[in-house]
């Protein structure tokens, strides 16, 4: 079953580039520089930022569905991203190198399945959980620090 990774739009955290310090805290915000080449995923741009790059940390509302799981986590954004575009069963490294959970939802934003991966094995398991009929879309979560990484939605082919 082909899958499709989903990286967040730039377009929301637009207004944050920029932002003063007091300004992002007033949305539970901050500013943070990379410290390393690892660890600072950027959901937008799916990849990891570079030491020295400057990111957001902020809060945002991954399952927003009307449903027990509605759920918020912090996540990074690099002040500088551009959305990813990754092809239809492409993993990207910033996803692959890391332990994942993964949870199915069905079109109510209910919880029908879950598992915890290494990134190695995601495509393999995205692939058994959308062979399940009611598992209508997958989040992908860093399962170290729990924080959203990704939807993925099926594709056609």
């Given amino acids: 079953m082909p899958f499709q990774i989903q990286a967040l739009p730039m377009t929301p955290f637009l207004p944050l580039v920029g932002a003063s ?3 992002l805290a007033a ?3 901050r500013r943070v520089v990379a410290e390393s080449d690892s660890g600072y995923p950027c959901r937008v741009s799916l990849r990891d930022a570079a030491a020295g790059e400057t990111l957001l940390l902020v809060n945002f509302e991954h399952l927003p569905g009307a449903s027990p799981f509605r ?3 912090a996540i990074f954004v690099r ?3 551009v959305e990813a575009s990754p092809a239809p069963g492409d993993i990207p490294a910033s996803i692959a190198s890391r332990l994942l959970s993964v949870r199915g939802f069905d079109a109510a934003d209910m919880l029908q399945d879950a598992d915890v ?3 190695a094995a995601l495509a393999e398991r995205l692939e058994r959980m959308f062979a399940a009929p009611e598992i ?3 989040h992908v979560h860093y ?3 729990g ?3 990704a939807k993925v939605t099926r594709t056609e082919g």
């Fill in 71 to 73: 759920a918020s986590h």
């Fill in 143 to 145: 399962a170290k620090q």
């Fill in 21 to 23: 310090d007091a300004e």
């Fill in 147 to 149: 924080c959203f990484a």
């Fill in 27 to 29: 949305r539970n915000g």
């Fill in 79 to 81: 002040e500088a991203a």
């Fill in 117 to 119: 991966v290494e990134g």
């Fill in 136 to 138: 209508d879309y997958i």
